[in-house]
């Protein structure tokens, strides 16, 4: 096969699983005018339509899923043995890609990257936080971040955080006119502060455990957020009651500008995890990574398993 012939299916492979020229173009780093030049030429060499565009959208057609299928794990396992070879290095070098949740982005990854990242300038290191559970499979991920109870039982998992708390907190003043919540449900008459999780089917169920009981309880407010910074901002204004991890807010609570409720009603549970398909589990860079995060502490699971 000719080198053009190579750099045109992967040129196809980036389109097509980008769904866009835009992205794909970027993600090549050509123009998009020069991707759609090489797309036709590829198109012209098969005799097939591979993709099929509109103004909003670009999709395989029926040949070109099928040749997706075929060219999708080939180019897989070249770049598999692409990073294999940076073993050979002096320091390993490679990219990447790992998806997780703001709190664990900014509390554990960032912290160790700092450390990590001067040490191995040939690493790089993209971050895309969400709350939505991507499949890093389906979503070209080398990796992934969540709580432990999230990650799938195939996939290699190593601990890399303390157990994980919830606080329900509000402003002093929000409580003076309000009584505070003793069970977690006296939350239908107060203002919450909802969360907005992709996985949860719209607002998050603040989720409680006392004594092997638990509750998920719907809460209502005035506001509500996608994302953890905003909701304990919202309830320092003296918006509602906030439910996040406790680590958010402790310092806020000792100094008493929140207050916490139903505290008793939340117990620790398995904290964050770095996570990877077993595929990956040699690639160098990952592995240094890992290695950096793994969490060396007190791993006892207090919470009564699920």
Not at 31 to 42: A, F, K
Request: with cysteine.
């Amino acid at each position: 096969m000719q080198r053009e012939q190579l750099a045109d299916l992967a040129a196809f492979v980036a389109v097509a699983q980008e769904r866009s020229f835009t992205r794909a173009a970027s993600k090549l780093g050509i123009t998009q005018s020069s991707l759609s030049h090489t797309i036709r030429r590829l198109e012209s060499r098969l005799g097939l339509r591979l993709l099929a565009r509109t103004t909003r959208s670009v999709a395989p057609t029926d040949a070109g899923e099928r040749l997706l299928r075929t060219l999708r794990p080939a180019f897989e396992h070249i770049d598999a043995e692409l990073d294999s070879l940076t073993e050979l290095r002096d320091k390993p070098a490679g990219s990447i890609r790992i998806t997780t949740a703001e709190h664990a982005a900014e509390t554990i990854v960032l912290p160790v990257l700092e450390r990590l990242l001067p040490e191995y300038p040939d690493i790089k290191v993209e971050i895309t936080c969400d709350y939505g559970l991507a499949d890093v499979v389906a979503e070209r991920f080398d990796a992934g971040v969540r709580l432990g109870e999230q990650v799938a039982k195939d996939m290699v998992a190593v601990r890399i955080g303390p157990d994980v708390r919830m606080a329900a907190v509000a402003t002093p003043a929000y409580f003076d006119s309000r009584k505070p919540p003793r069970r977690p449900q006296d939350l239908a008459g107060h203002q919450c502060i909802n969360l907005r999780l992709p996985t949860a089917g719209g607002f998050y169920a603040w989720e409680f455990e006392k004594a092997g009981r638990e509750l998920k309880v719907r809460v209502d407010g005035q506001v509500a957020f996608n994302g953890l910074p905003m909701s304990v901002r919202a309830a320092r204004a003296g918006l509602g009651i906030a439910y996040v991890p406790e680590d958010l807010v402790d310092a806020d609570v000792d100094a008493g500008r929140l207050v916490r409720v139903l505290e008793d009603w939340c117990p620790p549970f398995s904290g964050y995890h770095l996570y990877y398909p077993s595929r990956r589990q040699t690639m160098p860079a990952l592995s240094i990574l890992a290695e950096a995060l793994r969490y060396r502490g007190d791993v006892r699971r207090s919470r009564i398993a699920r």
